[in-house]
């Protein structure tokens, strides 16, 4: 029995052919032709089931069979704010493992102590498809541009909001913890920071604003675990 195969179509009920990238794939790797069926995502919550009409050398043609809408994994949006580590492969494997595990929304921070102040967006998305369909999931998460630290307090004014960082001296609680005691249905936002951690003063400008100071438990975590440890208590808490 052959294995079902996924493919990630923005839009699939409105079109009648593969995007490009995926095209390639299903017809020069995986081999697909006329009568073979497959599964389209479309990222915003609905499966179809699809059978191959046409294919071409760089071209994949499909008739849409059955529709097959999804229903949400968890309630509340799951949103991680993460400065980005110096080599981009450890920020990539994060957010691999982030969509599989389950998130809504991933930005990227510029803050006082980064070491990275760019990166490719084109390339984390390719990743996030990849993680999208490897999990099955049937929503896409959301991919912002990188910001400034304080930009991206500005705009952030309002829901259940946390920084996790290292400081002793600024009063912290356990990020677990203050999930469970809200609403399953509750958006939740967690801020980590680059590798030389938030500035201090980062720090109390967040709480200043509103955010809470939270602790990921007693190890000392590198960036990109302590990114998907965020996701994972937030995903647990659902």
Same mark, same amino acid.
Request: glycine share 6%; net charge negative.
């Given at each position: ?30 081999? #697909?032709? *006329?009568?073979?069926?497959? $599964?389209?995502?479309?990222?915003? =919550?609905?499966? +179809?089931? &699809? ?94 541009? #990188?910001? *400034?630290?304080?930009?991206? $307090?500005?705009?952030?004014?309002? =829901?259940?909001? +946390?920084? &996790? ?74």
């Amino acid at each position: 029995m052959k294995e079902t195969r996924y493919f990630y179509v923005p839009n699939a009920a409105q079109v009648s052919e593969l995007p490009d990238d995926e095209a390639v794939h299903a017809v020069r790797v995986l081999r #697909m032709t *006329s009568g073979d069926e497959m $599964i389209l995502m479309d990222g915003e =919550g609905t499966f +179809y089931k &699809a059978r191959v009409s046409m294919t071409s050398q760089k071209r994949c043609l499909y008739e849409i069979i059955d529709v097959m809408p999804q229903q949400r994994q968890w309630q509340g949006r799951v949103h991680l704010a993460i400065a980005p580590t110096k080599l981009m492969d450890r920020i990539e494997w994060m957010t691999e493992k982030a969509v599989e595990v389950g998130i809504d929304e991933l930005s990227f921070l510029n803050c006082q102590f980064s070491e990275r102040t760019n990166l490719k967006l084109p390339r984390i998305e390719k990743i996030v498809v990849s993680a999208l369909k490897q999990s099955r999931k049937a929503y896409m998460p959301t991919l912002h541009e #990188m910001v *400034s630290f304080k930009d991206f $307090i500005q705009h952030h004014s309002s =829901g259940r909001r +946390y920084i &996790a960082h290292c400081y002793e001296e600024v009063e912290r609680v356990n990020l677990f913890d203050e999930l469970c005691k809200g609403e399953s249905n509750e958006d939740a936002l967690v801020m980590i920071g680059p590798e030389g951690d938030f500035s201090i003063d980062e720090v109390r400008f967040a709480v200043k604003a509103g955010f809470v100071s939270v602790d990921l438990g007693k190890s000392r975590l590198r960036t990109e675990t302590a990114g998907l440890s965020a996701v994972m208590m937030m995903q647990l808490a659902k």
